[in-house]
């Protein structure tokens, strides 16, 4: 996110031009607000993926990957990934 100075104190009535601290802590503000509303909207994005119930099977998804990647048949390959819980896979090193 870029600001140009006459922007952000043209919004701050009072505020004196060559001010670089109050030009930071806009910046700041504008970083925080951005990063809140991105998180928001992520967990906005989990509560509906959870609300729409169980996802495709894991081999569903392998074979849309190897289909859109060009990645060989044997992608992943089974000792590379396993199982923590029904349904969600980790690599292994």
């Known amino acids: 996110m870029i600001l140009k100075w006459k922007q952000c104190c043209a919004?701050?009535?009072?505020?004196?031009a060559g001010?670089?601290?109050?030009l930071l802590?806009?910046?700041l503000a504008n970083s925080l607000e951005a990063d809140?509303?991105?998180?928001q909207e992520t967990v906005e994005a989990i509560?509906?993926?959870?609300?729409?119930?169980?996802?495709?099977?894991?081999?569903?998804y392998i074979a849309e990957q190897r289909a859109k990647?060009?990645?060989p048949d044997d992608w992943p390959r089974r000792d590379a990934v396993k199982?923590?819980?029904p349904g969600v896979f980790v690599a292994v090193e």
């Open 69 to 71: 990647h060009g990645y």
């Open 19 to 22: 001010s670089l601290k109050v």
């Open 11 to 16: 919004k701050k009535p009072g505020v004196k």
């Open 25 to 27: 802590k806009m910046l």
């Open 47 to 60: 509560r509906e993926a959870l609300a729409s119930g169980p996802g495709k099977p894991i081999e569903q």
């Open 36 to 39: 809140a509303q991105e998180y």
């Open 83 to 85: 199982e923590v819980s």
